[in-house]
């Protein structure tokens, strides 16, 4: 029967533990995880011998779609989910982002309507870039109707989608009211703005000017803003793309007192330093430009550090496919580079190589920073994020030894760029399983559009 | 059939999760997790309605039947596990001690060879109190034929089993190459030698001397050497109860730096605080000496915070059962107490009672610090300390909602006195199974002399 | 001659040594230092046999005369200035603080009209409540023509006084470019906006709200914020009354960093704890409202530490003296309680007895944080501060044996409430001299009204 | 007459401010600071326009004429003290080194004689190298009789002069009791041993192996230990030659506690980096053989930033001049390098080009690091380290425009090599005057031999 998988003769890897088990699939969930059990008649068989079996990738931050100044990024939910189930990533967490005065439900109308191609299953955080009585509303509605159980919040992007203190304070108290998680984009939106224009009248136009106008400090400062409040409030707190030392100590300086904080790291900061701003392409230089930015090397080490002592618990992409002509709005000043990378497909890989290869991690924590944890602290947990009867068929066959060289050119995203381009990396996906369905198989891409289904994700706590 | 047991209508804790599921055992062994199991003909069926069902405990931290100046602790390999498992406490980690220059083979068949009357499971640390070739090879044998992954250093103790450096470098450098987690008592010796000394020389005799010859810091040197010693040596260390705010800052910096430290803490230091030690009845105060002592109460919240931030791991209680008359040989000198207390019975009631129902714990991190990471650490997982298939059938049923109050009068355990005395507490075990079998239910204890097994501990990593 | 002056037979006291010495004045300036100095004819000789000369206090941190809702402080600059002389404190500096809108020249130029009563040399921060291009402008005025060097900023006080991060960083850069040190009252306004609604909607509306509208973190969170600004940009920062070890903490933080950060410490933090918000009398508990409140006593260690290890600078009262019936203004809502404390007159002597008797502070370590350290902080150094030829004549002969006992009853200040009530304290000024003028001895208070000049204060750094 | 010294028209840099003013010495004494002096007749006078005029330096870690393996390092007292004049360090503090159960008055009374033929003002610091009752009687007579108030401990050289926690614990506990200063040199000797024979056992002999047996973390325990130590016995501590942030942050931390622990970094540790050992010249590599060792880059910024902040306190050298042939006894065996190098002559102008040039530093907090801090830590103050009436004539005038670069060429010292060969300095003294004499004036060194003078050092604390 075609929706019967078995998985056999590999080792089963979940956050806790691993193990030799065969796994076997029906009807899109696990049924069984044991060793040498048995083919059913008509099943799928893949062999898993000398390879892993783990929960598949969930990627807590991408954006597929997004609108900017009349155009959109290039990837949209079904290119960006294939490019996702290519590299082992099953789940996605995108971003609904009302403009100012936009209410919240006829925003995130428009993204459950734009997602309806996607290939993998996904949810979405909402943006709060804006408050009113309909606000506080409408994230009732989310929370109770609508599966959303996390809101972000931008601290940067003044004139535009940034949230004052004023905001902050309020959301954060409607979210602990409706057990619902708050995370943040951590950079002062007051400073980034002066040094701007500082770093420009000094000359420096190019996309060098960048990380001169986002330096850790203006990162580390919002995030300790909101982990105070966090904390005053008495609400847990997300905070996405963690990017420096410094920040990462904000947050185990609050977690050694206790509090809930949590932290997110995205593969291009663990590996990226910020030398890619003075490259004399532009086009290579504004491929990089993100926010917050590649940081200085020095920085890597933290952020894994974090990963390895457990202060940071998820690991994302921010994945927003810019290409070069999008990227070319901000020729003529650093400022006007539309900010954002893609990575949704390499994670999962260059992850394993830097992190598992390298020995600063297990496979079983391998497992917890790309997956499970990210299914916990979003209430997808156990569907999604465990190898485990009961949960999701949403699987990835992790060949250790398979050597390739990562390149724009053998890529699934759409974009024209490939942050990892050139990087020679062990380990990587033969199969990944979405649904208990074989959804690539040795490169071979059999991503179903509109196959995925949206995630209602319960809010936490007693309601 | 007398071998299967169902445990029907609860809700299911695991350190990753919670979920209502009945739990089917047979032959020792947890065979079904699913809601709504038919229960086999012949099982005998517990109704878990309201209650938990979690792993059974792991006291990682006992000392049973230990011997002392001629006469020996008031809880012997029986007794102490039977009280255990009054406690829902399925699985304790005892310590041999070699005398210095006893050969470590034959302390450790001596201690084997006491524990075979033991009612649940068990296994031992190995302590190194000297250093020759000899102890060298035996750590090899240990590791390799007896499954002992775990070795004991008392830094403290001088001129009877204290450890000085060179020979901690060297047991730390052994236990690397075996693929055995070293573990301190950290406490620097000489200080306390010196601080004896000066204490009785202003002439303070009793019980309140104890805590001034041993203060904080006197803790957390020896915790930062012992660690840093690791850390050079680029092997894991599990520091065994860490008592104050110090010595759990040194673990949290040290895991910050990405080193693979583990904290234990003592269900006393996290509820008794200091002022024990200056009761007027010596006896009273006498019962409370044990190293390192109670502490300042502002120290009990660092150690909560320290176990919610996830810098200290697992839950022990140091069980040492002296009695008055044993302790009454340090009343004209409290050097010469007997260190010591009780506690396993309690352990796991006054921790839900403190931990959970305070909010500062979820059920779920409760098992974490009980018992899955205990389980985890000295490679007992998941055959312990974990509800799934396959694990061995030693569990706990849960009932929140009972409440008592602690008592000498109504404990298993042998010892005269009880740290928790008088103590009301919300939530206790209604039954505990150790190898499938009922063991304790609704108060009646019936734990069997020698049931119990020694558990082999592989060595870690790659051998 | 009247204006000669021989102090004789003391210590002399500096910051950074002590000495045997006689201090000669003339003419308003000291003109020797010296062991032995021969009495010129005519001149006032002051007796100091036994007992320490040190330079006279400065208190960087008064509002004298403020005017609040239509009515004013009790203490004016006359009888602030008298009682702070009576208690050993030659120098103050006060705050000029514009209304939003209100043109920052005017607003100084009011408060120099009232301070020409002073009795004692006087100085002022300017407050800094509002922005637009008259400020920049003005803040030039200042600094160049009359010898501001320093800007206040409130972090709190929301729909009032509060500053956003946008004045805040518009001023900090400002600064810098001028040369002038910023300051800061750090504490989030919107977060104490939202606590105090919610602690008065759970009922409380007493004086004990106060605190827990405005704990801990609150404050620290904008002091780390307000460090981190001044840090991206590079200027220098003082946070005025930091009240919890939090704060302190994040400006060794700062420092440790290599930052240029400064910490003032209020004597009523570093001595009264937050339990008098819970007295029942209304009016006691009221006399206490100040913000940042009294704290958990735990906090009042941290500040001692702070001064000990230097990474907190100098002391101050915030003495703003309103009485009861002002206090009363917020019977029914504690939010309207207006903030404000005495202490200008004890302050010296607080600290002594609290600080030098009990060894946390050597008698130079006293003048550092009493008056050298404010002196070089706001660039009236060598004038003031300092025990050496050339320097102004503000002096305080210090009798270490006497003994005191405070209260309302005996005070100079126009308050009618003693923070201090019934505390005995050892060491008090028998003497205090400005300008070279003998203005209180043994008790005797001689101020003389309008004595006191207005100090200008250069700039940093080269014009 | 010959014993008057006129230094007109420059600025006078004191730890605490600049001023303007000419310096007049006469007998060896400063008698007036002040602007506009009259140069007595027959005063030599030295023109110091545009110049500094501050404290001579002091070097508080010096090893000249230090005994090894029957050979002597190549500078004796007199040709040492001559390159410190040279250099504007007027003062030196050496060590006295006893051997292992040789008496300490012996190596005292040995030091003194060698000492004979200082150029330059000197003091002693003892080491305590093994412990008996006489060891505990001598310090005493050390301290009480012969000026000596500062004890060293050796916490590294296994089997040779490193000191038991035992000893140390005696040792600070007497140094409490006489009022004197225990110092470290912190390294843990058991770590050191061990990874010297790992070291070399992989293969590695030459210089390159150094660094690796002493990383930073066997720096920062045993740093850690000692301060630990002290915090228990109530005892200040300085921790000589601080190398690694680890260390430095062990500091900050306790000083952050209020403990009275102080720094000592040397020059060569805040410029030079490790990768000189690595330099494929064994004599060059071989010259830069010290402990501790020169550390990975980034240990600089944390260094200045110590000193920065105020947690770290002197500046010093450690000279040592062992040449190459005495540097070849470890050709074969990195372990048997002769430890040492120079720099008493290029301090200063090496800290002021890279502190003070750099906007590290400021020319107070220059003065601070070089002089006046450690004449304040060993009880030579005022005396040493400031420019006022009454203290010593030791000065420095110092060019801050003088442009060259440092060789091995052009120094006074005996050594062979110069640690900061060929860089380039802007800033350096023009005239060195020691005891009233100007003992070198724009390169002409008239240092004269025995003109130097033992210090004694009185005890801290009431006797
Ligand atoms: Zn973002
Ligand atoms: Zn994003
Ligand atoms: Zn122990
Ligand atoms: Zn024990
Ligand atoms: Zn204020
Ligand atoms: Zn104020
Ligand atoms: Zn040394
Ligand atoms: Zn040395």
Same mark, same amino acid.
């Given at each position: 029967m075609s929706d019967t998988l078995l998985i056999r003769g590999g080792t089963v890897v979940n956050a806790d533990r691993e193990s030799r088990a065969d796994v076997l699939c029906v009807g899109g969930l696990i049924t069984a995880v044991a060793p040498d059990l048995e083919a059913p008649v008509g099943a799928t068989v893949v062999d898993a011998g000398g390879q892993y079996v783990m929960p598949g990738g969930i990627d807590p931050h991408t954006h597929m779609q997004l609108p900017f100044m009349g155009t959109v990024t290039r990837d949209d939910f079904y290119s960006g989910t294939a490019a996702a189930l290519a590299g082992g990533t099953t789940t996605i967490i995108d971003f609904v982002i009302p403009d100012p005065k936009q209410p919240l439900m006829d925003a995130y109308r428009t993204w459950r309507g734009w997602a309806e191609k996607a290939a993998s299953d996904h949810a979405f955080h909402v943006a709060i870039t804006w408050w009113d009585d309909s606000v506080h509303a409408d994230m009732g509605t989310l929370v109770r =109707? =609508?599966?959303?159980n996390s809101f972000k919040h931008f601290m940067a992007y003044k004139n535009a989608i940034m949230c004052d203190d004023e905001t902050l304070v309020r959301s954060f108290r409607r979210a602990l009211e409706l057990g619902a998680m708050p995370t943040v984009h951590a950079e002062n939106g007051e400073l980034v703005f002066l040094l701007q224009q500082e770093v420009k009248a000094r000359?420096?136009?190019? !996309? =060098?000017g960048h990380p001169l106008s986002r330096p850790p400090a203006v990162e580390a400062e919002a995030a300790q803003r909101a982990i105070a409040i966090a904390d005053v409030l008495n609400v847990p707190i997300y905070v996405v793309h963690v990017s420096c030392a410094e920040s990462a100590e904000a947050i185990a300086r609050a977690r050694a007192r206790g509090q809930r904080v949590f932290g997110e790291v995205l593969a291009g900061h663990l590996l990226? @330093? @910020? $030398?890619?701003?003075? /490259? !004399? #392409?532009f086009a290579f230089a504004a491929a990089h430009v993100m926010s917050p930015p590649f940081r200085e090397k020095t920085h890597q080490e933290a952020l894994w550090r974090g990963l390895q002592a457990g202060h940071l618990h998820t690991t994302a992409t921010d994945h927003c496919s810019f290409c070069a002509e999008q990227k070319a709005?901000?020729?003529? #000043? *650093?400022?006007?580079?539309p900010n954002g990378t893609g990575g949704v497909e390499e994670r999962l890989t260059v992850l394993w190589d830097a992190g598992v290869n390298s020995g600063r991690l297990t496979p079983s924590e391998f497992v917890a920073i790309t997956s499970a944890n990210a299914a916990r602290l979003f209430n997808l947990y156990p569907r999604k994020g465990l190898v485990a009867p009961?949960?999701?068929? @949403?699987l990835v066959v992790w060949d250790p030894a398979a050597h390739h060289t990562i390149s724009v050119a053998s890529q /699934? $995203?759409?974009? #024209? *760029?490939?942050? *990892? =381009?050139?990087r020679p990396v062990v380990g990587r996906p033969s199969h990944t399983v979405s649904q208990g369905r074989v959804v690539c198989a040795l490169g071979d891409l059999r991503a179903e559009r509109g196959a995925g289904r949206y995630l209602k994700r319960p809010p936490f706590g007693p309601q």
């Open positions: =109707e =609508e599966g959303v000359g420096v136009t190019g !996309p =060098e990226i @330093d @910020d $030398s890619v701003y003075r /490259h !004399p #392409d709005m901000g020729r003529l #000043d *650093f400022g006007k580079i009961g949960a999701d068929a @949403d /699934h $995203s759409r974009g #024209d *760029f490939n942050l *990892f =381009e050139g």
